[in-house]
């Protein structure tokens, strides 16, 4: 198995303070990562740090086998662009734009495909992800759900190698959390590296590995095996288990 992503000895400080320990993980191709702790754990430190949105203090981190903690803000920008897609809580579209605006915007900027084919593939992806009849419609007036599922679709327009989300359910019920993880589920199943930081079992059950994090270190990780298509109640129970083991 190849590996996508790597980081070795991540210490991250804020003001002196360290948030992340030394930490040492490594993502192969393909692979879907949950990570779950505490609030305050440091789990979104570690996503922005492994995926050059922040910078760690010492450490190695490479992507594709490339350094990326001592590259050029531009170059890292760059990667983030081409190579990574990043979905977050909230949907974080620009209001002043239609959700189709929206989606192929980074595609325009990249300027790695014509217009047209960015225009194609925007409408692709909404027909995936099902909001291609909502794509004309005022952001304001969709619900938490389709806005979510248009991030999703504005963060797989380059057709990055791994996608990153910072708890991407984390505002949605149980309903829309499900439909956005079978999506999340199918777009990793297609060959898209997965790292998703949850506080839900239920989604964290939908990955290959769930990482624990306490304090700024890595203290536990379950190995759950790919998922397949439906949710199976031995996967939720083991993974209920688990955070009952561990103390949550
Ligand atoms: N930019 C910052 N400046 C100073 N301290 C920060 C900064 N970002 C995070 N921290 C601190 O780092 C620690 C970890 O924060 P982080 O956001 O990574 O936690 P988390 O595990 O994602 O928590 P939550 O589940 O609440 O989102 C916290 O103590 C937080 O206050
Ligand atoms: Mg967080």
Known sequence: MKVILQAKGLWKEFDGTPILKGIDFSVNEGEFIAIMGQSGSGKSTLLYNISGMDRATKGV??????????QDDNKISNLRLTKMGFIFQQAHLLKTLSIRDNIVLPGFKA???????????????????GINQIA????KKVSGGQLQRAAICRALINQPEILFG????????????KEIMDIINKI???????????????????ADR?????????????VLGKFKEKMTTDREKNMSEWLVKLGF
């Open 61 to 70: 981190i490479q992507f594709q086998g490339e350094d990326i903690l001592n």
């Open 188 to 206: 990793n199943v297609d060959g898209t590296t997965v790292i998703l930081v949850t506080h839900d079992a239920k989604v964290a059950a939908r």
């Open 111 to 129: 300027q790695r495909k014509r217009r047209e084919q960015i225009k194609e593939f925007a409408e692709e992806l909404m027909k995936r992800t």
């Open 210 to 222: 769930v990482i624990f994090l306490a304090d700024g270190n890595i203290t536990d990780e379950i």
């Open 136 to 139: 004309d419609h005022d952001i």
């Open 166 to 177: 910072d708890e991407p359910t984390g505002a949605l019920n149980s309903g829309a959390t």
